[in-house]
């Protein structure tokens, strides 16, 4: 580790996404996400579940002043505490309490967290009157000590923080962080911030390794990177500390979750419930990716921040470990984590099953926090790619083309029928929900998208690293000067890339980062910079003429792929990839039973562009085969024979455009030939 | 149908198996099971978690007693009723109370069953005196009314028949029904058999179309075919009455179960939730198998012997095609049903996955129970190939060699790391297991294994069906006399069969099972007969010479079997059987990694005698390759190339054999080459 060195990334205020493809989609984001989560908030949405959201902090907000104007001090209240509070039977009797998830409040900070980076990409004077107002709203919901969490406001603040492990009161914390820090950051209004900091400072009051202060930790992380962030935004290093106790004191013994609930703690000493929260042992020592997998990739990208600003070289070769089983042994073609829905967990290692898959949209969107967190310690190519594979395939696949409906699995092989059938895939789902009662992914899906260029950029001094491939226009500060870098890309149609730099005269390095399928690139230009490269990055380094543009080549071609052999579910099969695009077949272009089709890897492979609910896509033309269902006079079983079968056209379309045309089967994999 | 042509089973007190093969299964059951299950029942195995059955009983009968020493009547009692009563923290502890399962009383009607069938093959003094002191105590539990279930005695009569869908007490009465009526038979001993007349007599009294009578039904089936049974054994025909109501009753609207559970009645009127119990719909209509299936063929067995004795045509019909669904459509190779262990369940159709697979031992019992009573309607040898199939594979996999450990789950593809690791197939143990909390499949084996001539077998007046091949000495009379028929049997070593008739000169029909994997059989001897083949049976009518032999030589070959390629799981592979013997692949012959392994099916297997702890079987070699593992730098995916492989010998074994060896990888289905 090397701290000089570290690049930190680019602020969204000086970065413009132009390019097309990553503007449909912060658009898609702005026009329907952002309005429908709104709505969602404000339990507008016909035929959804009501999320109780803003209600909740406008019933606090309420109380709060009653109890002022009274002089009261806080009530305690008797409340038996689950996690939570459904709607009544009768919907129109609403009393005046929390309803909804424990966790409800952070529906609220993603959503404005979405909206500062929208903000930045597209002011909207409206959108930003409605986030103003309803920063009101949360802020009045507000304790005088700085407590903020409407679930226990509501219920019983004696109760706070009687339930690390379950009760999410320290992920409010770090979403209403992530949010007040995106909003100040694009808007520079700070009261939201304000509030994230008195939460803060009361928390960090009472949990710390100083003497009288909890050892506890947040069970769902987030806190840990978000703390983080807010050192980064206002200098408090006590901030740093908090977010660093976090993590140091997680899994060590005697668990602090079983002080919480101390009669399970005699069945399981080793603490192997605790693998679902990453708390089985100190982080330090952790090596293999376990349990809920969008818990571990909050934690990873957590300690990789504690690192960099720490300097902590075990804490980050702990985070080089994770990320390497996760990355080598974990992880699904598409970028996807999670091999299982038992806990929304990782599997074991190579347990990887297609038709079974968990791979949440969100645990994608964390591994792509991970990787960035990653690449500003040590740019490294390998960490670009994953985060490009997820991004490009399980993250787009999130949503659908029209931004309405959303996947919160994303497998790589679906029968419907099964779907429907067999309880054991019911978390499968073969079309996109329109919303979801824990209501994770969309709001992810937003703050990601919106944010989509400060992954793709990091910078140092004198260094702007391009990570992903996107058209932008860039402001970076060079020594005095204010350089303009505008980029183009044609990704992920082609590997065109065009990078011209304006208004600077000083010596200054582009960092290009060398994708894994493009490793035999053109580059025309810079003719007299030097270049060199490192870890699958492209240094140019030069004084850049006025307007001088640096042409890349990336050979877009289609790739068939196998998997390492220990994954059993692959074994021969093949998948069709084109650049960091995953590709599929569905139902709809080649029929039922996809199982039948087998794939000739000897023969060329042929491009075609296609449209998909109006999305242009390239579709790829594989020859193979397809075998006749079996003629059977009732055996289910019968002597071996050559399988009949005809020559097949497969037609292969980017995973990120499935299931846009009804429900139907689907599959990544398919048998070679 | 054709009640003229009705067979029926032989009683066991006329066959003497003297096969090698299965005496020694029963000698297992004798020596092994049948003393440690009463061990079990008395709560008298070390490291077992206890039964409490002969304690439940003892309690009962202890308070019986006592109440009508004081003139007391029943004293209504004040309970939860929750389905199983754990024992206390401290074991030491225990008070005069049910402990157990809601079903607990089966257990040891299970155990008198299995007893009955040894003592008829088997006499043991010792052991009868055992069972005579154990009805002593069952029978002192009954009521004066003669109700007997010990959860509802202990713990408030007042409710009973409160919760027939999920409370056992008419799978109690089954099973009592079923012990009784095996101990009479073998014994002749009537204590049992009375008590289970005067709890079929309560019932009776109390269910029935009858107006004031409940419209109820079991929630878990079995009753009906004992009640059967009882009818046949006593010529009651209210038993059988009682019985054609359950069956005519069940899944009728408005749904009886709604009346227990009204609240969940308005969230699923069309009872879905109901093809658990196979109370769906009514039975007649059913056309396809669902729900959990050791119910399912329980009920499907009473089907068929309701619909033999009432001429039921309809009903008949509906057997037909629940049989046709379940063995064409849902059935594994070893003639395993359940494909998921979801509610122990059957899955959808094709829906066979191999690692996750349930092919409960008890469902294979099951299947036989019902294909014997399909045999009984109309003799065709597709009942008797599946009953052959489940038999010498799923029914016998359940049993350890040593007969010491049990299997509930057969999976045809175990890996061990899976087992341990993978939530989703916690439910496959890789290794048998000594007992069960819910002791079902271990008792279950002992009875049918017991009495497995009762399935090889059945009789008209002129006619033995044999519908398996085992080494017997049977009685049958025909007309005024009692021929002696001596068959001996190869199998599954060897087709080779003989039969001898003796002590007859009349006119007499031998309908022997061609088996479907054997068509190709030779017969030599009774060249003077009258020949005739009919659905997989061949008829030979003569008049046998004294000591006359007919011999029939079935070709057990090892045949290489591919599935109707609807079943997803085994698309590009194939499986090795031979003769009634499906063939595994196991680590401890074949390596780890057992997917690697392709067959080439061109090539040629040979047969090697060899011993599996002790037991001798046919192992078979066949010519394959073994797929290297990746070499990798790490990378998961990989551009695709021809597969590296080295030739390899696949080692296959009898499924009946696996796991004897400790823990390891198993695989039925193996890729082809």
Redesign the interface.
Known sequence: MDKKRYSKPLSLRSVQVTDDFWKKEMELVRKEVIPYQWNALNDQVEGAAPSFCMRNFKIAGKQNQERKAQGESYQEASYTFRGFEALPENPEHLEDKFYGFVFQDSDFYKWIEAVGYSLTQHPDPELEKTADEAIDIVCAAQQEDGYLDTYYILNGKDKIFSNLKDHHEMYCLGHLVEGAVAYYEATGKDKLLNAAKRYADYVKERFGKEEGKSKGYPGHEIAEMALVRLYETTGEEKYLNLAKFFVDQRGTKPYYFDKEQPEEAAKDPDGIRYEYYQAHMPVRQQEEAVGHAVRAVYLYSGMADVARLTGDEELYHACEKLW?NM???K?Y?TGGIGG?H??ESF??NY?LPND?AYAETCASIGLIFMARRMLEIKPDSRYADAMELALYNTVLSGMSLDGKSFFYVNPLEV?P??CH????KFHVKPVRQKWFGCACCPPNLARLLSSVSSYAYTETEDTLFVHLYMGSKIQKRIGEQEAEIIITSGFPANGHVEIQVKGNDQPFTLALRIP?WGRQYKLEGAEDGAIQVKDGYLYVKKVWKEGETLKLEFPMEV??????????EN??K??VVRGPVVYCLEEADNGK?L??LTMD?SKPCTEVREEIAKEPIIAILAQGSR?K??Q?D????????Q?EKEPAELHFIPYYVWANRGENEMTVWV??D
Chains 1, 2 share one sequence.
């Open positions: 390497k990355t080598e042994k992880m073609l299982t038992i806990g599997s074991f347990d079974t029968n029928e099964a059938k067999d309880e054991r894994q790739q068939v792929l196998q998997a390492d052999n220990r994954v059993r074994i021969g093949v998948a039973n199982h039948l890897c075998e269902l079996t059977t009732g055996s289910l079983y019968m002597p071996v024979k399988a048998r070679r």
